[in-house]
């Protein structure tokens, strides 16, 4: 009997810990609801302190965001008549060298370069810096995409996952995609949408926003939540610039630095290393 007691006090005194955990866990997510808010963006150039960025915050953990009225008409028009001619219907990439085409995405896209139109290109890198605080140097190009009626791409993830394939950073010599960046350059007559269905949020593609979110959890592992999906478009079409921010950018480390980087980051945060 008295051992029983006591097993009833210490569950009694686990579940009241549940309770407070919980209690606790409760208000934190009240806290970033909270936190949720707009704000202007005026940090970095003298262009973004004239005309700062309107930033939505959607999401902090993992920050997810959308920053309102980020390209000029001219510009979009820009990018979308240069490439016009040059789509070819996009790829996906399921393993390393083994890129093809599927069903999963059916967009037509061309590549935007400093061939292409050296000053508009400069216009928008300098328009990324300021909402990133990135140089694209050491980043992918940029990718004009267009999906007609019906054109959709199934729920992905962006990143490489370079952290748990540290063996892959030869393929990927500036690194995993840290953030993705999705100009909308129309606005689609329906559907069409941006979605992440694991943070329940629905983004409809609104002409001069730039949606933008971190891939990446802070020691460089791909994190899961940011799965995505660009929904079916039922009528019209939609276009977009995507831009992928790669790990080298930030603070230009060089491949090998950003593996050890990552290993070093490993070890302390596992207690093990990888397995190769
Ligand atoms: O078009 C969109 O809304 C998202 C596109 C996308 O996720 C991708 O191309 O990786
Ligand atoms: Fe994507």
Known sequence: ??????????????????????????????????NLHCRYHKKGSAFSRLAPLKLE??????????????????????????????MSRSMVQYEIRQIEISEQRTSKEAPFTEKNDPQLLKRIYDRLKDMTGCDML????????????????????DY???????????????????ASVVFYLNDVEDGGETVFPKLQLVIPPTKGSALMWHNLRPWGEGDPRTQHASCPVLSGYKQVAIQWILQGTRDLVTPKDALSKRLRSLHSHMGHAPQQ
């Open 57 to 86: 915050i959607f999401s902090h953990d993992p920050y997810v965001v959308i920053y309102h009225d980020v390209l000029y008409d001219a510009e979009m028009q820009g990018l979308i008549d240069s490439t016009r001619r040059r």
């Open 1 to 34: 009997l008295v051992w029983n007691q006591l097993e009833l006090e210490h569950t009694e005194q686990l579940l009241v810990e549940n309770l407070k955990q919980y209690l606790l866990e409760l208000r934190q997510r009240h806290q970033m609801i909270k």
């Open 138 to 157: 050491r980043s992918e190009h940029l990718s004009i995409l267009l999906y007609d009626q019906g054109g959709h791409h199934d729920p992905h993830v």
């Open 160 to 178: 490489h996952d370079l952290y748990w394939h540290p063996q892959e950073y030869e393929y990927h010599p500036f690194g995993d995609r840290q």
